[in-house]
């Protein structure tokens, strides 16, 4: 499986951009990036995926490097509604599982 | 939109009774992946399926089995219960083995506190 590695932490304030960094360095040629986040006592959610190319919705961008071997999510404008816990998982090709590294918990101050 | 829905929302058992969790997946979505998240914890996954036949498997206690059944849905069953297997469980699903080209949609999981 690829490993992932993200900062236990990070900070920012409400209204300013957030970036997002994740190490995969060992993913796979066809494994697609994955980013969810958790609230307190929520269920994860889909926050944006992607294979190569750069990709943006209406939560996020992510930003994934030329080697694939690291990708950065992107909160263009956080609010304190993105406080949560952001995991970076790249799913097993072969039968899509999905397993859980440490995340980073973000805080968004007022 | 429909969710991925998970019953019961909160669960209440003694030691060593069994609990049996249920977990409806997104129309069309024929894959089914069990997490066990415990206090402080980021999320362990359990098991899969697709397609009704088992796809993997984590760290699920022998005491633990699941099923996918002919309408996708899945239960997870969790006979002789330890205090430690208080945690939330959440289900997830999405739509066949597509190496993770489609996201994954979670239900909002269900409570056990054993006691």
């Known amino acids: 499986d690829a490993k992932t590695t993200q900062p236990n932490s990070m900070e920012s304030n409400e209204e300013e951009p957030v970036h997002l960094p994740c190490n995969h360095s060992?993913?796979?040629?066809?494994?697609?990036i994955h980013w969810y986040r958790q609230l307190p006592s929520q269920g994860p959610e889909y926050v944006i995926h992607g294979l190569t190319s750069n990709v943006n919705n209406r939560m996020a961008s992510l930003a994934i490097a030329e080697d694939r071997k690291s990708s950065t999510l992107i909160l263009h404008r956080a609010t304190l509604r993105d406080a949560a816990v952001y995991y970076c998982?790249?799913?097993?090709?072969?039968?899509?599982?999905?397993?859980f590294g440490a995340g980073t918990r973000l805080t968004v101050k007022p | 939109a429909a969710g991925v829905i998970q019953s019961p929302r909160h669960l209440i058992k003694e030691k060593r009774e069994t609990a049996t969790l249920k977990c409806y997946p997104i129309p069309r979505h024929d894959t089914v992946y069990w997490y066990q998240q415990g206090p402080g914890q980021d999320p362990q996954f359990l098991i899969s399926f697709y397609e009704k036949m088992q796809s993997d498997k984590g760290s699920i206690p022998d005491r633990f089995s699941a099923q996918q059944f002919s309408d996708y849905h899945s239960e997870l069953n969790m006979s002789s219960l330890e205090l430690g297997d208080s945690a939330l469980y959440f289900c997830?699903?999405?739509?066949?083995?597509?190496?993770?080209?489609?996201?994954?949609?979670f239900g909002s999981g269900t409570r056990l506190t054993v006691v």
């Open positions: 998982i790249p799913p097993k090709y072969n039968n899509n599982d999905m397993r």
């Open positions: 997830a699903s999405s739509l066949g083995l597509s190496g993770g080209a489609y996201g994954y949609t």
């Open positions: 060992t993913i796979s040629g066809t494994d697609y």
